[in-house]
């Protein structure tokens, strides 16, 4: 006879091989993103380097503004593609996974070619030595937004080496594109290396993949995605847009010298932020998984995250203070005296950072976006004036600690809001019905 007495449970916890074979999952896939982020970003490096080396300071100033306008490019096709992709599709099935990257990788595919189109229209508006950069960017950014989605698609489907892959083929091909480049001897010849490069890779994807992107379906998911794109959309390109105004305000304030300093101690975290970058790749995905395993650790996970990322952070700091003069000159040359008086700000910036990434990463797997939007606008503003405010005030160290302080108040205002939105997560407990 049935009593009629409901009890709630919760699934039992997993035994502890299971637990361990699922901690040695995570640790493999935030590898991968490590190694990833460690190719992508040695690629980029050698582009930007290469470049300077053979073309001289003014073409590659040219290229840096292509090069800025690839990254803001960029940042809108990663909040309106390939970021609803990681968050929604992380840990899914194969079935669903496979329709959502192709349309997906077709709505990155789709960005590119418009928004190419108007960097060509542009390019050929300017004319003299800009136009023509402006006009092979936008010939090679539908080439470099496919390679980049896909990338974030094989990091939502747990398989982080092949994206490693992807970016090894992309550098492998990029060496001899650049010695024909060099050839050429202009800054449209690098841009079309970097873009064929970029090509080759994004067809070696689809082989990987099994998929072709589906350019049809773009609308389709640019619409489905709307809740989440459009809030994805304002907080990327809100994050590099008060990079780039404090770089522009500091050295109006301070001089150029000063943004110099700057970049310089960035240079001397450059190995923990591409640490950070690679990280990112991955914690979105590894969240919306724990999420749908077990929802109550979450809180946990995003902070031994953040806290792992601050700490690490704080010792590379530590580990740069203890620097010879003679190591930091051989680095950075002359500019090492100004950007050593950065360093223990510029450091703990990048901890609050570290430490504000993981709330950030369990926002994004709650799917909240409303949340994430006010707290990376919070954030950019506060960087924005806190580096500007500091400049006025006390000049270039004044900029820095600036920073420090705004990214400590945007930490604190991003776990301030996960707290909440987990509280407020409705809990779906599993009914058990008790006969005696």
Request: proline share 4%.
């Amino acid at each position: 006879m049935t009593t009629g007495e409901v009890r709630t449970t919760t699934p039992a916890a997993p035994p502890g091989g299971t637990g361990r074979t699922a901690r040695r999952g995570v640790v493999g896939r935030l590898s991968w993103g490590l190694a990833d982020q460690a190719a992508s970003s040695t690629t980029n490096f050698a582009v930007g380097v290469y470049v300077a080396r053979e073309l001289g300071v003014g073409a590659f100033g040219v290229f840096s503004l292509a090069w800025l306008t690839y990254g803001v490019v960029l940042n809108v096709a990663r909040g309106l593609a390939t970021d609803p992709l990681v968050v929604r599709f992380s840990g899914v099935p194969q079935a669903p996974w496979r329709a959502a990257a192709a349309r997906a990788t077709g709505a990155a595919l789709a960005v590119g070619s418009v928004l190419g189109a108007v960097c060509l229209l542009v390019g050929f508006g300017l004319g003299g030595r800009v136009g023509p950069a402006f006009a092979c960017l936008g010939v090679a950014l539908p080439a470099l937004l496919l390679q980049d989605a896909w990338r974030f698609a094989f990091f939502a489907a747990g398989t982080g080496k092949k994206a490693f892959t992807n970016d090894l083929v992309q550098g492998t091909v990029l060496v001899p594109a650049m010695v024909v480049a060099a050839r050429a001897g202009t800054v449209a010849a690098f841009l079309l290396a970097w873009g064929a490069s970029a090509a080759v890779a994004a067809a070696y994807g689809c082989l990987q993949s099994g998929l072709r992107p589906r350019v049809t379906g773009a609308r389709g998911w640019l619409r489905e995605q709307r809740d989440l794109g459009s809030r994805y959309l304002v907080e990327n390109v809100s994050l590099s847009g008060a990079g780039q105004l404090r770089a522009y305000g500091l050295g109006a304030i301070a001089g150029v010298g000063a943004v110099g300093a700057v970049r310089g101690a960035e240079l001397l975290l450059g190995p923990f932020l591409a640490l950070l970058m690679g990280l990112s790749l991955v914690t979105v995905a590894e969240a919306a998984r724990v999420l749908r395993q077990s929802p109550r650790r979450l809180g946990r996970f995003c902070l031994l995250l953040g806290g792992g990322q601050a700490a690490a952070a704080l010792l590379w700091g530590a580990a740069l203070l203890l620097m010879p003069e003679r190591a930091g000159e051989l680095v950075l040359g002359d500019v090492w005296r100004s950007a050593s008086q950065l360093i223990v700000p510029a450091t703990l910036g990048v901890a609050g950072a570290g430490l504000g990434s993981g709330a950030a990463a369990g926002l994004r797997a709650l799917a909240a976006a409303r949340r994430s939007l006010r707290c990376q606008l919070f954030a950019s503003a506060c960087y924005l004036g806190g580096g500007l405010g500091g400049a006025a005030a006390a000049g270039t160290v004044g900029s820095a600690w600036g920073v420090a302080a705004a990214t400590a108040c945007g930490s604190a205002l991003w776990w301030l809001q996960l707290r909440t939105a987990l509280r407020e997560r409705p809990h779906a407990p599993i009914p058990e019905v008790r006969t005696p």
